[in-house]
């Protein structure tokens, strides 16, 4: 994911004041210790632990497929579409060491409660966000961006903004599980990018008129690029340059890396939308056998790999081929190009 705003952030306040930014440094502040973790080199990889498989949701764009749960089995996860969380289950989250909860909401109420098969889903998805943020839980809503709800991005955004929810998590589609089938409904490449500006421009206004939301995108590794390219042109090469050292500390899409998926079975994939692919099982072999699988192995070499656009791409270091998963799906070639990336030739210094 893309942490728009807390890299804006960095490099405004940077600029704006080099002294005090040396002292946040130094004392580990909670804006620069959260992010430069977030640019180390030997963090241990984050694991998307699937719990179960049961959702009370059907969302046409589910990595995992996900389908209606059993009273008893109940569902109990950070990752969640929150119409479940109660008070008292907020509460529960929280004294079982919770500390975030992300609420996926995918457009205003009568769209969204259509798109994911539940009567009333967006009003007990905000009402979870809220018990959730009074338990005292870091909270946050997401949205999976498609043709059908791209029109929802900043009427949702206002809302969350209203509520004064801390985060928005914008997620571009990945052709995973019921994905694979939903990718016809991607965005144009015209629109994402359209999209993309916007949504950069509102981080902006957030930070310069004091507003305590963080955006973050997701699920297409050329929006480090974009914000790059982005803040050259409104900002000038100085700043640019500061976010590209850290979009290159960042180091792009670490799926098999830095990030993997265990299932409710628990098998171990790339990540959690990488569902086709097992790298291994958990009950029977250790991560670190599992790390030496094929798999795991050609991921941390990808940049040898990598064909098209994606193999000649002069931010090769920022993005790292985004997602495979994507590639797979519509070429049969793992290594392919990511069929998402909505940058031009001449941004990414293809002659």
Not at 16 to 32: E, G, P, W
Not at 78 to 91: E, F, H, P, R
Not at 183 to 189: C, F, I, P, R, V
Not at 339 to 344: F, G, I, R, S
């Amino acid at each position: 994911m893309l942490q728009i705003t807390e890299l804006l952030k960095l490099i405004f306040s940077y600029n704006s004041n080099k002294t005090q930014f040396s002292k946040d440094l130094a004392s580990n502040s909670t804006l620069i210790n959260r992010s430069a973790l977030r640019f180390k080199t030997d963090m241990p990889p984050i694991v998307v632990w699937n719990i179960n498989n049961q959702c009370n949701m059907t969302c046409p764009h589910c990595y995992s497929s996900a389908k209606v749960y059993s009273e008893h089995e109940g569902i109990t996860t950070q990752s969640t579409n929150g119409s479940l969380i109660t008070a008292d289950k907020a509460k529960s989250l929280k004294a079982a060491g919770i500390k975030y909860v992300g609420i996926s909401i995918d457009g205003l109420a009568d769209f969204n409660d259509s798109y994911r098969g539940l009567k009333d889903a967006s009003r007990l998805a905000f009402l979870g966000a809220l018990n959730a943020k009074d338990a005292g839980l870091h909270t946050g809503i997401r949205m999976t961006v498609t043709t059908g709800n791209h029109g929802h991005v900043f009427p949702l955004l206002d809302r969350v903004q209203d509520l004064q929810i801390p985060r928005f998590y914008l997620s571009h589609l990945v052709y995973g599980g019921r994905g694979k089938s939903y990718s016809k409904n991607d965005l144009e490449k015209d629109q994402t990018r359209q999209l993309m500006q916007s949504l950069f421009d509102k981080a902006i206004d957030f930070i310069e008129n004091g507003k305590a939301i963080s955006i973050v995108s997701g699920g297409n590794d050329s929006d480090g690029v974009f914000l790059y390219l982005y803040v050259k042109k409104r900002f000038g090469d100085n700043m640019a340059g500061q976010l590209l050292e850290l979009l290159e500390k960042r180091g792009g899409n670490s799926a098999g890396e830095k990030m993997i998926n265990i299932d409710h079975k628990g098998n171990v994939h790339p990540d959690q939308f990488w569902q086709t692919s097992d790298c291994g099982n958990i009950l029977s072999q250790s991560l670190d056998e599992i790390f030496q699988s094929r798999l795991m192995k050609d991921l941390r070499l990808r940049e040898q790999y990598l064909e098209g656009r994606c193999g000649s791409c002069g931010y090769i270091s920022v993005c790292r081929g985004s997602h495979r998963e994507r590639a797979l799906v519509t070429c049969n070639n793992l290594w392919a190009q990511d069929p998402a990336c909505y940058l031009t030739d001449q941004e990414i210094n293809i002659s």
